[in-house]
Structure formats: C-alpha cells, structure tokens
C-alpha cells in the first residue's frame, strides 16, 4: 500500500519512475488521495499482478506507466480518470478486460499497444481523442459492427468509431 502521508505532508501521486523495473512488487494498492500515475512509474514491473486503485480522486496515468507489466492482470481504474497517457499499458499482455471510467477524455498513442489478451474495453461517451495505434495488436479484442464501422465492445459506446471498413 502506497503513503497517503510522507514526513507529514500528503502525497498525492506517484512520481515519474518511482518503482520502474521493481521486480519485487505483485500488488499495489494506491490511496484515494493520489490524482496521478507519473510516466514510466511501474515500467517493467515483471511480478506486478494487480493494481488497486481507491476513491475516485485519480485523473491522469503518465506515458508509459505500465507499459512491460506482463503478468499484470488486474486493474480497476476508477472512473475519474480522464487521460491514458502514450504506451501506458503497452505489452500488458494478461489484462483481458478494463473500465475506463466515465470521465475519459483522451486515450494516448499506443496506450494499449500489444495487449494481446484484451478482450473487452469499456468506454464512456465523454471520449474525444483516441490517439493513434491505441489498440494495435489487441487481437483478442471485441468490436460491434453496424454500417460497416467498428466500434468499441458494447452499446454504450457503439458511437466510437475505430475502424472504418472500405
């Protein structure tokens, strides 16, 4: 469990590259007062299994923040989260499926890049911006076809367009 407090002043993040290629860590459980993920902060944490994330206060997840977290297969994010920085989940090869929330905004370049296992994504209709190769190489993932569009999933996104059949 990440410090809500560190030599009495509140911790509201974790820093750029604070636990990068930490293999020690399986389980992290971050506090409701944390508002980011810094870039690269659990980059290549081979052993992370599951990441919990309490109270709805987190907004941004840096570029790179569990990109190589390969075993990583559990994480829910809460639904104030409103930006996926680039390459933040690239190579997280066991998610197979996520919720991102209700806030999101902006999805970054290659966020979900290679995620193999990715089945399911749910997405709000607050979406404006999904980067491109978002979801490059998430061959497991499930679209919904209407009109000879693809589109994220389920009904409650079936507006978001990814791919447009020719």
């Given at each position: 469990?990440?410090?809500?407090k560190?030599?009495g002043?509140?911790v509201?993040?974790v820093?750029?590259?604070?636990?990068?290629?930490?293999n020690?860590?399986?389980?992290?459980?971050?506090p409701?007062?944390?508002?980011?993920?810094?870039?690269?902060?659990?980059?290549?944490?081979?052993?992370l299994?599951?990441?919990?994330?309490l109270?709805?206060?987190?907004?941004?997840?840096g570029?790179c923040a569990?990109?190589?977290?390969d075993?990583?297969?559990?994480?829910?994010?809460?639904?104030?989260?409103?930006?996926?920085?680039?390459?933040?989940?690239k190579?997280?090869i066991?998610?197979?499926?996520?919720?991102?929330?209700?806030?999101?905004?902006?999805?970054?370049?290659?966020?979900?890049?290679?995620?193999k296992?990715?089945?399911?994504?749910?997405?709000?209709?607050?979406?404006?911006?999904?980067?491109?190769?978002?979801?490059?190489?998430?061959?497991a993932?499930?679209?919904?076809?209407?009109?000879?569009?693809?589109?994220?999933g389920?009904?409650?996104?079936?507006?978001?367009?990814?791919?447009?059949?020719?």
């Amino acid at each position: 469990t990440l410090p809500e407090k560190l030599d009495g002043r509140d911790v509201v993040g974790v820093a750029n590259s604070a636990f990068k290629a930490e293999n020690s860590i399986r389980t992290i459980k971050i506090p409701a007062s944390y508002t980011y993920i810094g870039s690269y902060a659990f980059y290549d944490c081979d052993a992370l299994t599951s990441v919990e994330i309490l109270g709805e206060n987190l907004t941004d997840i840096g570029e790179c923040a569990f990109q190589g977290c390969d075993v990583l297969t559990s994480i829910a994010l809460p639904k104030s989260v409103e930006t996926v920085g680039n390459f933040a989940f690239k190579d997280c090869i066991a998610i197979t499926e996520l919720d991102l929330g209700t806030s999101l905004v902006s999805v970054g370049e290659g966020a979900f890049f290679g995620c193999k296992a990715l089945k399911t994504i749910k997405l709000a209709d607050t979406v404006k911006d999904i980067n491109k190769n978002a979801f490059i190489g998430c061959e497991a993932i499930e679209y919904t076809e209407e009109d000879s569009a693809l589109y994220l999933g389920n009904d409650a996104n079936k507006y978001l367009v990814l791919v447009r059949a020719i």
